[in-house]
């Protein structure tokens, strides 16, 4: 893969995952990412659920090509990319292509490649994973310096949320890792939940995870999804909306500790971050 000079401008790139389907991965990372563009800052958004990809769905597109032609060396990263609302660039993935559930390592290198080739066209890349703790998810994080765990009230969702984070302080335990609480009733719900996490964190992995607030529950919201358009482009002075603003305020405003950019090597530093712990309201 391409090595970059130091004088390379880098994106930041934020993972946006979960160890449960169904908390609202992908809602909160094309909401997130057209809350960064409104803050004037030039964002794409790869979907990395690379054989079941909705995000194009959930902004009502229809690319005529996706990252699989790219994994194949059949078009460019910037032939696949379309527009999104709000300015938002996305790279879109195929539907019902199960060869790509579970990429090779030419494959990464491949994406990587391409990835870099863009890298310096735009400030964030928001890089929305699959649901699980499946390989091409675990390699999807790692394209990232900041991961963000999706995660909400339900059991079911807790422990998985925590087995995510379990698996990847093994496979990159110097990866920055938030939690945001979805579809929250109010701040004391979201902290409970993060707390249980934290505390879990701190027992067994020996490792700080950080708070990066909540998304309020809002009906709005999956109106929103019913007419193919992100609540914050939709309703943007809707409750749901005023949250996603918020957590991408904090999220810009909060630089990594480690050097941004996309990366696919295993960084060395182990060192903790510690930022404060925010709340959406």
Not at 113 to 118: H, T
Not at 130 to 153: P, Q
Not at 183 to 205: H, K, P, S, Y
């Amino acid at each position: 893969m391409n090595t970059p000079t130091s004088t390379t401008r880098r994106p930041i790139s934020i993972a946006v995952t979960s160890g449960k389907g169904g908390v609202g991965k992908t809602s909160v990372a094309v909401n997130l990412a057209v809350a960064l563009a409104r803050l004037r800052h030039r964002v794409v958004i790869l979907d990395a659920d690379f054989g079941l990809g909705n995000v194009d769905v959930l902004m009502g597109l229809a690319p005529s090509a996706h990252v699989g032609h790219v994994l194949a060396g059949e078009k460019t990263m910037r032939e696949v990319i379309v527009p999104g609302p709000c300015g938002v660039q996305v790279i879109p993935a195929s539907s019902g292509m199960p060869q790509l559930t579970a990429l090779g390592d030419s494959q990464w290198d491949r994406l990587g490649d391409a990835l870099d080739e863009i890298a310096a066209d735009f400030d964030y890349v928001i890089i929305d994973t699959g649901a699980g703790i499946s390989d091409n998810v675990v390699e999807a994080i790692r394209l990232a310096n900041r991961a963000l765990v999706v995660t909400a009230l339900e059991p079911t969702a807790v422990v998985d949320a925590y087995a995510l984070i379990k698996l990847m302080s093994t496979t990159d335990p110097a990866q920055e890792i938030e939690v945001v609480v979805n579809n929250a009733r109010d701040a004391g719900e979201a902290q409970l939940v993060f707390t249980q996490l934290q505390v879990a964190a701190t027992r067994f992995l020996k490792r700080r995870i950080h708070y990066a607030g909540f998304i309020t529950h809002d009906p709005a919201v999956r109106d929103a999804v019913l007419i193919q358009r992100p609540i914050v482009d939709h309703l943007p002075q809707s409750p749901a909306s005023r949250c996603f603003r918020i957590l991408a305020a904090r999220l810009a405003g909060a630089a990594p500790e480690r050097t941004v950019g996309l990366r696919l090597v295993r960084p060395t530093s182990t060192a903790p971050v510690t930022p404060g712990t925010p709340q959406c309201a």
